[in-house]
């Protein structure tokens, strides 16, 4: 629709409710201008040549009036105000109404007005002249320009009747507004208010300026259009340097204040939709869209090329949103995106989707054809937030979400959010567990769901029981405490280690997620102390279980942050000698993800780990990147197959082949092998065949508190795959609650063969 169609057409809906106030305002008009307009025609023959001068000059500036933008025509300002107000201070209301009515006219035909449009200006104008007058009428003693000299008090009242006229104008104004759109009539008036004093006022106050001239000599009143030319000649400027400040230099998007307010007042008139009836279109998505390898551009191709990049990407987003939608360039590579009028998600994801679409082919520039795939988050008024801030925030989070999943877009969702106000809640508590000691060492019993790695930096070991102790919070911020996991040589059911655990259980929280405590610690500074404090406890642990003959290998997971810098190296050197302990009973589990972080400083930290002698094991091997460079460089003694292979092996085949690959690659590389997650006779069975070193699940044991493992300990009898179980019938019960949400296996095949005394755990 055209721009002229635009500003003359009326919702449907409102047409009747609007057209009424129409009809009224304009009813009130001729009410109020009949009688000075009969008295108009008598009393021309006897108005001066000043009167002459500011009407000609009214009708000629409002054929062009003066606008603060080129394009935004609602903002213009009509100095035939200026004239009509003064020609009411001087010469009544009759032939003010005649000048503006002439002036909107003119107005109303050079911006192409609709008919009832320019009828509506015109009694809106006469309203509000009627107004000033009334107010002129009420001066005590005389009415304000009969004499050649002003009063003070005609001053004020000279102030008040503009006042008047300002008040009924935009009064008027407001409410046809409000009808016409709908919204509240109260936000309506506050629309725009403080433009409307500063131009409006002005002129209005330049008025009596205009009758001073006039009453001296009618040549002084053009000169005084020349500085009202300057000034609005000067704001016009002012706002296109304003305008420029708020888009960016290199693509002619918005940038980002320029985002802020457009969201800013998408937000209030979403809000506004919210309190209605009207059915859909209540959602504003605000979608952030970040590119992937453009700094890999910059580098190899220079700052010029990107951006040339940058304007093909505009170029290519410009037609894929609506017209009512806004593209600002935040910076760099980042671009955001304002939807507006959105019926659910599934628009906001539409559109997401016709943007990566938009993106999928290469660009070329120069002859060579660049990829710019990107990634997508998306946050929604109102279900992620309520102004721009949270808005941004959480599609950042988002975005991120997209990129770490390998997604091109995300929707926020708060479990993702490593940053909201709970989880820094949850994180000032773990700090303080930490810094307090909480209750911890092994041996301290403290129960409760799930485990997860010591200094997890994969996140959380699934093969737990899902139940635990019930002994109570030492704290208000808890108990933390480690758990520990037989692992078992499957060729002769010898215990070899353990991998340590940590369960934290919260006095209000109760058991913490463990993938949760990963992803809050990981992302701070916490995660040191956390590491810290699982290496003393287990090297403890460790020194406690010497002396009592128990010699095992204890694994403990680390993060990314803790192999950036060589602390944990010298933590385990003064840990070791401390406890007069062997480097070999101590082993480190890092993910492949850990290594790709910061390969160069992690190798580091790695090799003065190996120089020690402490045995470095690759941690869920086949879920991260560049796996086989990963064996070949780095002083590896062994690799854990991650568990989402093995708990489909005797289901899945292809997970079965996947297994045996690794089995065989890891064995020709001279490496021990580690299976995570088995959980029943026949995945046993299958890893012994596939030539599997080391095992470890709920088919063995559940992870237990130091204590316990001594008990397990001195039960267990080594079980042999060569062996055949009985099939003896037993009582099926379930195991409670299994990893990643699944329902956990039962306990059949355990069951069945510890009856025969064939299965570890029992005697």
């Known amino acids: 629709m055209e721009a002229a169609a635009l500003r003359n057409s009326v919702p449907p809906g409102r047409t009747a409710p609007f057209f009424g106030f129409v009809g009224t305002v304009v009813a009130l008009a001729v009410l109020v201008s009949v009688a000075p307009i009969a008295a108009l025609p008598a009393q021309l023959t006897r108005l001066p040549v000043g009167f002459w001068l500011m009407a000609a000059l009214a009708v000629a500036f409002d054929a062009r009036p003066f606008s603060p933008h080129a394009a935004r025509q609602n903002l213009a300002v009509f100095p035939s105000i200026c004239f009509t107000f003064a020609i009411t201070l001087e010469w009544g209301l009759g032939p003010a109404i005649g000048v503006q009515a002439a002036a909107v006219v003119v107005s109303g035909l050079r911006m192409r007005y609709a008919v009832w449009r320019t009828v509506f200006n015109i009694a809106q104008y006469a309203c509000a002249l009627a107004a ?73 106050l330049l008025s009596p300026l205009l009758v001073a001239a006039a009453r001296s000599s009618a040549a002084l009143i053009p000169m005084l259009v020349v500085p009202l030319y300057a000034v609005s000649r000067m704001a016009r400027l002012s706002a296109e340097r304003e305008q420029l400040a708020r888009l960016d230099p290199l693509t002619g998007l918005a940038n980002r204040k320029a985002l802020l307010d457009e969201v800013t007042a998408q937000v209030a008139a979403h809000a506004e939709l919210a309190g209605k009836d009207a059915p859909g279109g209540r959602r504003l998505a605000l979608l952030l869209l970040d590119l992937d390898r453009f700094k890999h551009v910059n580098d190899a191709l220079g700052h010029a090329v990107g951006d040339r990049l940058l304007v093909e990407v505009t170029r290519r987003l410009t037609p894929v949103v609506r017209p009512q939608d806004v593209i600002a360039r935040l910076g760099g590579d980042e671009f955001a995106i304002v939807a507006t009028r959105l019926d659910d998600v599934d628009d906001a994801r539409r559109l997401a989707d016709r943007v990566v679409g938009a993106l999928a082919e290469p660009v070329p520039l120069d002859g060579l054809p660049l990829d710019v795939g990107g990634s997508i988050g998306i946050a929604l008024y109102p279900e992620h937030g309520a102004d721009f801030a949270t808005l941004m925030r959480h599609a950042d989070v988002a975005m991120y979400e997209a990129k770490h999943r390998g997604d091109p877009v995300a929707v926020y ?63 208000d911020v808890g108990d933390i405490t480690l758990y520990y996991q037989p692992q078992i040589e499957i060729d002769t059911g010898e215990v070899v280690g353990v991998e340590a655990l940590l369960r934290w259980r919260h006095p209000r929280r109760g058991m913490v997620d463990p993938e949760e405590l990963i992803r809050v610690a990981e992302q701070s500074a916490v995660m040191r102390l956390l590491t810290r404090r699982v290496v003393d406890d287990v090297l403890e642990q460790l020194a406690k279980w010497t002396v009592a003959g128990i010699n095992l290998r204890a694994a403990v997971n680390v993060s990314v942050r803790d192999l950036h810098t060589g602390e944990i190296a010298d933590q385990i050197a003064e840990g070791l000698a401390r406890y007069d302990l062997p480097p070999s009973r101590l082993q480190l589990e890092m993910t492949e993800g850990a290594l790709m972080a910061d390969p160069r400083r992690v ?67 001279g490496l021990r092998v580690v299976a995570e997650g088995v959980e029943d006779e026949r995945t046993w069975r299958l890893l012994h065949a596939a030539g599997c070193d080391v095992a470890q699940g709920w088919f063995y044991a559940r992870p237990m508190p130091a204590e316990d493992l001594v008990t397990w300990l001195s039960r267990y009898r080594p079980v042999r ?43």
């Open 721 to 763: 795959p060569g062996a055949a179980p009985t099939t003896a019938a037993t009582t099926v019960r379930p195991a409670g609650p299994g990893r990643n949400g699944q329902a956990a296996p039962t306990e059949t095949s355990v069951e069945l063969l510890a009856a025969d005394g064939f299965l570890p755990g029992v005697e």
């Open 603 to 669: 190798l580091a930290t790695i090799s003065r780990l190996h120089r020690i002698g402490v045995a470095i094991a690759l941690d869920d091997f086949g879920t991260g990147y560049s796996s086989m460079q990963h064996l070949r460089r780095l002083p590896l003694a062994e690799v854990k197959v991650d568990r989402s292979f093995v708990l489909g092996m005797v289901t899945d085949a292809d997970d079965a082949a996947i297994v045996r690959s690794v089995i065989e690659l890891a064995g020709a590389l």
């Open 132 to 204: 000033a007058d009334l107010v002129l009428r009420l001066t005590p003693g005389h009415r304000p320009g009969t004499t050649e000299q002003l009063r003070l008090l005609d001053v004020v009242f000279v102030v008040g009747a503009g006042t008047a006229w300002l008040a009924v104008n935009h009064g008027l104004v407001a409410s046809a507004i409000r009808l016409r759109f709908g919204g509240r009539w109260w936000s309506r008036v506050r629309q725009g208010l403080g433009f409307e004093l500063l131009a409006t006022g002005s002129l209005l």
């Open 413 to 475: 969702v708060a479990e993702s959010d490593h940053n909201s106000a709970e989880r820094l809640s949850l994180l000032a508590d773990l700090r303080r567990v930490l810094e307090t000691g909480g209750a911890g060492t092994a041996g301290t019993r403290a129960g409760g769901t799930g485990a997860t790695s010591a200094a997890a930096v994969a996140g959380a070991d699934p093969d737990s029981d899902g139940r635990g102790d019930d002994a109570g919070a030492a704290s």
